[in-house]
């Protein structure tokens, strides 16, 4: 089974640092988008950043871009997002998801659970 495990969420002030991880296991890691998302309370869910596993490009929105990194360790098939001067606006339900070819030539989509972040001011 195809599972996405997301951690490392929690609470921190303005200004610190977190870093999340996402677990991924039941897929091989050679040709897959791992981004993450998040969705704040009344809010709809935001694509924060992506990363390919084949060749390490990257994706930032906008309010995230120059803050957060995300990178990618493939022989773990662990993606990692660190988050620097975290804002309280960044206080969200953080998910993980991937996206890969099918051999139908379809998108196979998957999300895992989400992991709090709160940044307090």
């Known amino acids: 089974d195809v599972q996405l495990q997301a951690s490392g969420g929690g609470l921190v002030q303005a200004g610190g640092s977190l870093r999340l991880s996402c677990a991924a296991s039941g897929f091989t890691f050679d040709d897959v988008a791992i981004a993450w998302f998040r969705q704040a309370p009344g809010k709809e869910r935001e694509e924060v950043s992506c990363?390919?596993?084949?060749?390490?490009?990257?994706y930032y929105g906008d309010s995230v871009k120059g803050r957060f990194t995300t990178s990618s360790d493939n022989a773990k098939k662990t993606v990692y997002l660190q988050m620097n001067s975290l804002k309280p606006e960044d206080t969200a339900v953080y998910y993980c998801?991937?996206?890969?070819?099918?051999?139908?030539?379809?998108?196979?989509?998957?999300w895992g659970q989400g992991t709090l972040v709160t940044v307090s001011s």
């Open positions: 990363i390919s596993s084949s060749d390490g490009s990257t």
């Open positions: 998801n991937a996206k890969m070819p099918a051999p139908s030539g379809a998108l196979w989509d998957f």
